[in-house]
Antibody, heavy 121, light 115 residues
Framework: QLQLQESGPGLVKPSETLSLACTVS??????????WAWIRQPPGKGLEWMGT???????NYNPSLKSRVTLSVDTSKNQFSLKLSSVTAADTAVYYC?????????????WGQGTLVTVSS | QSELTQPSSLSASPGASASLTCTLR?????????MYWFQQRPGSPPQFLLR?????????GSGVPSRFSASKDASANAGILLISGLQSEDEADYYC?????????FGGGTKLTVL
């Protein structure tokens, strides 16, 4: 059974870069079955898709975040990662990683448990 | 204008049915899209419920009860998540999602209260 787990700092200073990793277990990140996604949720608010990456390194980003987001894959660690630059308080959120599978590899299932990242000095 | 609009809240009684709508903005046609539905209980990550394109093109999430189903209302340009036989455990936030122009777009979510 595929499982995902986010890791990274819970506190980031304004203007710095937020970096998170998602470790995949129970399957290979190199599987053609999945794309890999990051989705965030500010406290008390809704879900926002940030971007998706394939094991080959092919990426697709949310246009509203594209200038600040970088996704990468490390197949040797069975991980994929998120970097978000120039963060502000508005980037405070729970960050989820998810497998994007299904017939068209477009349905988010499963999800990680999420990790809260607070942007504050 | 957001691509997807969901009512912010909905209340229903145990044992009743609840119909949650997800309306596409003008210019987008619900018939052209596969709609994905997610449930998020308090303090937990979202969980995939089902996807629906048409009655012949749909998929239930693994372990998701058949009480959860979906449809479309073309006249309202909306996707619908129907939950029958409501139980207290169905109290949660529900999100719809589509892919539009190669981007994943979520609705704002509906908080379902079962009381």
């Amino acid at each position: 059974q595929l499982q995902l787990q986010e890791s990274g700092p819970g506190l980031v200073k304004p203007s710095e870069t937020l970096s998170l990793a998602c470790t995949v277990s129970g399957g290979s990140i190199g599987s053609s079955t999945y794309y890999w996604a990051w989705i965030r949720q500010p406290p008390g608010k809704g879900l926002e898709w940030m971007g998706t990456i394939y094991y080959s390194g092919s990426t697709n980003y949310n246009p509203s975040l594209k200038s600040r987001v970088t996704l990468s894959v490390d197949t040797s660690k069975n991980q994929f990662s998120l970097k978000l630059s120039s963060v502000t308080a508005a980037d405070t959120a729970v960050y989820y990683c998810a497998g994007s599978g299904g017939v068209e590899r477009r349905q988010y299932d499963p999800w990680g448990q999420g990790t809260l990242v607070t942007v504050s000095s | 204008q957001s691509e997807l609009t969901q009512p912010s809240s909905l209340s229903a009684s145990p044992g009743a049915s609840a119909s949650l709508t997800c309306t596409l903005r003008s210019g987008l046609s619900v018939g052209a899209y596969t709609m994905y539905w997610f449930q998020q209980r308090p303090g937990s990550p979202p969980q995939f419920l089902l996807r629906y394109k048409s009655d012949s093109n749909k998929q239930q999430g693994s372990g998701v009860p058949s009480r959860f189903s979906a449809s479309k209302d073309a006249s309202a340009n909306a996707g619908i998540l129907l939950i029958s036989g409501l139980q207290s455990e169905d109290e949660a936030d529900y999100y719809c999602m589509i892919w539009h122009n190669s981007a994943s777009v979520f609705g704002g979510g509906t908080k379902l209260t079962v009381l």
